[in-house]
């Protein structure tokens, strides 16, 4: 399906003033994937671009580089060996002190010089708090593009990246290209992509980047992390079952028809935006566009309408269950199974049905 | 004290459609509000106000109807508000609006007294890109301190401030020097009513106005869609899948027998999500 490109779309009248790329960008190859590696643990968005990466650097026929950056010690090597496993061809490692810990000084100097000493044609950040922070930085240090919270990342017939991210509130689809700049700078949220494969015993050459920043030259202190508690954590993006609820459910009470059942299954539970807005839940629970992009094996969404900015986030769930009490909800569209009933009363039942068939014996366990 | 917060009027886009036929975007009637994400960098910028005194300076690049949304945030309490409007700087990407939003900050700097802190929201809710904070603090070269939670402590004779930042998996307490750029959190505050007599000024206030000439903006190639390294080739709404959904059959059934066939259906089709579960949980 193709359309026609919205005349009010930013930059829709360039598209002819592409121009041959400078000489000077000409020297800019290979795909680069940046790995946020934090407090000893890289974020799963590295491995997911890592193997977005690794198809578009194979069709361009290039290299795939992890850059992996980071404090002196185990870690830094070990995220290195599992960027092998998922895909990378080379790693350029950076460790210092000042890397310890993020902070937008240190690691945008860092990337900036390794940018400029090795030259990808496309870097890739995930679009974490850290990535977003990031990138911003690196991309107006090198005054380049950026394409922020890509969901589709391919390359064109010429070889250059075309990104395409939601715009206008989620309703409507753009590809971005970056004309004439290099690097060509995407990042992708969590959970967008899947995880590929990992294959162990890969491995390649490791370039080590002499970081010379001393921390009396960064003026940004961290003075402490306070960790999230265990218990408020949720795990909603990575959840193989996720249960949600939606306005039709029609009061925070019956709300705990959700977590009833998301209890049973050992599933997540979250919600849409207007349960957030009424405190019903809080805000790391909500799903879609501006909440978690989820891709469970089962979502459950109850008494929810199913608007795209919802929809955009929950696509990539392998089966969507729907229960609306109209038939002609648009969530009936992209769901693959849909019950016209009300949710109010079949959580409960579904809750029930699942709690005998799956865990018989832990019953009065699980009734909590 | 002098804080700048850039603001952005953004088409209200619970209300956007998309034309059936033609695929475009159905702006015309469709109300503007203030991103509501700027919203939080306004309190928050009010609240030190409060509590060490000071001027606050609003700033928008947009249309001259972008003027609304001046006096809006003026009637919440700003002192000052700045609007920087050209034909000029139609067609903007991030990288182009965060030049032209510091070079403006430059010259609210140089005219109305030095900028300690500039806010911005976290994003915007029609652009979503996150990326014009660090783009203006990494041009102006602030400190930048994004997804900023609170304000923990501001010394302005040392020249310091400390906040809370929202991290993956935690909070970070940083630590830094002014000036610097805060990207305000969502649901961190509650924006404010100004009073009747705010509101009355608001209405009534001069709003700065500049072209880009009198910004001080010199170099018009860093501008709109020339200043744009990215290029949008294609707008399009996305694929609707091919089947709607099978609906599970009712047909005189209550709700313990309809979740009996739900279940059936969904471990027919997901044949070994029925054995992982029932070992994650006796596991
Ligand atoms: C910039 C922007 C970003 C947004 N981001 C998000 C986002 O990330 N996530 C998100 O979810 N939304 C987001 N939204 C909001 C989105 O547009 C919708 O308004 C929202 O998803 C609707 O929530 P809902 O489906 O719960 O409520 P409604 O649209 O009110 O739907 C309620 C549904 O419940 C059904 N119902 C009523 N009673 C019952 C019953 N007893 N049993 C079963 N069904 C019943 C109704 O038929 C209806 O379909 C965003 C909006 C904007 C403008």
């Known amino acids: 399906m193709t359309s026609k490109p919205a005349p009010q779309a930013a930059g829709g009248g360039r598209a002819g003033m592409r121009k041959e790329l400078p000489e000077h960008f000409k020297a800019y190859k290979h795909v680069w994937v940046f790995v946020e590696l934090e407090r000893g643990a890289v974020h799963p968005v590295s491995w997911e671009l890592m193997g977005e990466g690794r198809k578009l650097a194979d069709k361009l026929g290039v290299q795939l580089a992890a850059i992996v950056l980071g404090g002196p010690g185990e870690a830094v090597r070990m995220a290195v060996s599992e960027a092998f496993a998922y895909g990378a061809d080379l790693a350029y490692v950076a460790a210092s002190p000042?890397?310890?810990?993020?902070?937008?000084?240190?690691?945008?100097?860092?990337?900036?010089?390794?940018?400029?000493?090795?030259?990808p044609e496309i870097l890739l950040l995930g679009a974490t708090t850290?990535?977003?922070?990031?990138?911003?930085?690196?991309?107006?240090?090198?005054?380049?593009?950026?394409?922020?919270?890509?969901?589709?990342?391919?390359?064109?017939?010429?070889?250059?990246?075309?990104?395409?991210?939601?715009?206008?509130?989620?309703s409507l689809l753009c590809t971005i290209y970056t004309l004439n700049f290099r690097p060509q700078?995407?990042?992708?949220?969590?959970?967008?992509?899947?995880?590929?494969?990992?294959?162990?015993?890969?491995?390649g050459p490791v370039i080590e980047h002499n970081f010379s920043l001393l921390e009396d030259d960064i003026v940004t202190k961290i003075l402490q992390f306070i960790p999230d508690r265990e218990s408020s954590k949720s795990n909603l993006a990575y959840a193989d079952v996720v249960v949600a609820g939606g306005l039709g459910l029609g009061s925070a009470e019956n709300y705990q028809h959700v977590r009833e059942l998301a209890n049973v299954l050992g599933a997540e539970w979250?919600?849409?935006?207007?349960?957030?807005?009424?405190?019903?839940?809080?805000?790391?629970?909500?799903?879609?566009?501006?909440?978690?992009?989820?891709?469970?094996?089962?979502?459950?969404?109850?008494?929810?309408?199913?608007?795209?900015?919802?929809?955009?986030?929950?696509?990539?769930?392998?089966?969507?269950?729907a229960i609306n009490t109209d038939k002609n909800a648009p969530i009936f569209d992209f769901a693959h199974l849909g019950i016209v009933t009300d949710a109010v009363r079949l959580l409960p039942a579904l809750a029930k049905a699942f709690r005998q068939r799956i865990s018989p014996s832990t019953h009065t366990r699980m009734a909590m | 004290m002098h804080i700048v917060v850039c603001i952005k009027q953004v088409p209200d886009s619970a209300q956007i459609r998309v034309h059936?036929?033609?695929?475009?975007?159905?702006?015309?009637?469709?109300?503007?509000?203030?991103?509501?994400?700027?919203?939080?960098?306004?309190?928050?910028?009010?609240?030190?106000?409060?509590?060490?005194?000071?001027?606050?300076?609003?700033?928008?690049?947009?249309?001259?109807?972008?003027?609304?949304?001046?006096?809006?945030?003026?009637?919440?309490?700003?002192?000052?508000?700045?609007?920087l409007t050209d034909r000029i700087f139609a067609g903007s990407d991030t990288l182009a609006t965060s030049y032209a939003l510091s070079e403006a900050i430059r010259k609210i700097g140089e005219s109305f007294g030095p900028v300690d802190i500039v806010f911005t929201g976290k994003q915007t809710i029609d652009g979503d890109t996150a990326q014009v904070g660090p783009g203006i603090a990494k041009r102006l070269d602030l400190h930048q301190l994004t997804y900023v939670a609170a304000v923990q402590e501001l010394d302005l004779k040392a020249g310091s401030i400390a906040v809370e930042r929202r991290a993956e998996g935690g909070v970070q307490v940083l630590s830094t020097k002014l000036p610097c750029l805060i990207t305000m959190l969502e649901?961190?505050?509650?924006?404010?009513?100004?009073?009747?007599?705010?509101?009355?000024?608001?209405?009534?206030?001069?709003?700065?106005?500049?072209?880009?000439?009198?910004?001080?903006i010199g170099n018009t190639a860093k501008c709109g869609l020339k200043g744009s390294p990215t290029v949008v080739k294609r707008v399009f709404a996305p694929k609707p899948r091919s089947e709607k959904a099978f609906q599970i059959d009712l047909s005189g059934l209550g709700p313990d027998a309809i979740a009996e066939s739900a279940m059936a259906e969904i471990f027919k089709r997901l044949p070994s999500l029925e054995k992982e579960l029932t070992q994650t949980l006796q596991g």
């Open chain 2, 20 to 83: 059936p036929v033609t695929n475009t975007i159905m702006r015309q009637g469709v109300p503007t509000i203030i991103n509501p994400y700027d919203l939080f960098a306004l309190e928050a910028a009010l609240k030190l106000r409060d509590l060490h005194g000071g001027k606050i300076t609003v700033l928008t690049m947009g249309p001259p109807m972008a003027e609304e949304s001046l006096r809006r945030a003026l009637s919440f309490g700003a002192d000052r508000a700045v609007l």
């Open chain 2, 187 to 216: 649901g961190t505050n509650e924006i404010r009513r100004g009073s009747i007599e705010v509101a009355l000024n608001a209405a009534r206030a001069e709003i700065v106005t500049w072209s880009a000439a009198a910004a001080g």
């Open chain 1, 98 to 119: 000042v890397l310890d810990g993020y902070r937008n000084e240190s690691y945008t100097r860092c990337m900036t010089e390794l940018v400029d000493t090795y030259k």
């Open chain 1, 185 to 203: 700078m995407a990042t992708v949220r969590p959970r967008v992509f899947s995880l590929p494969e990992r294959q162990e015993g890969r491995g």
């Open chain 1, 130 to 170: 850290l990535g977003r922070d990031l990138a911003g930085s690196v991309a107006t240090t090198l005054l380049t593009g950026l394409t922020a919270d890509s969901t589709g990342l391919e390359v064109d017939a010429d070889g250059s990246l075309a990104a395409t991210r939601p715009t206008f509130g989620g």
């Open chain 1, 270 to 321: 979250g919600g849409s935006r207007p349960l957030v807005q009424r405190g019903w839940i809080p805000a790391d629970r909500q799903i879609g566009q501006t909440g978690k992009t989820i891709r469970p094996k089962l979502y459950i969404a109850a008494g929810i309408s199913g608007a795209i900015q919802h929809r955009v986030g929950v696509e990539g769930a392998d089966l969507i269950l």
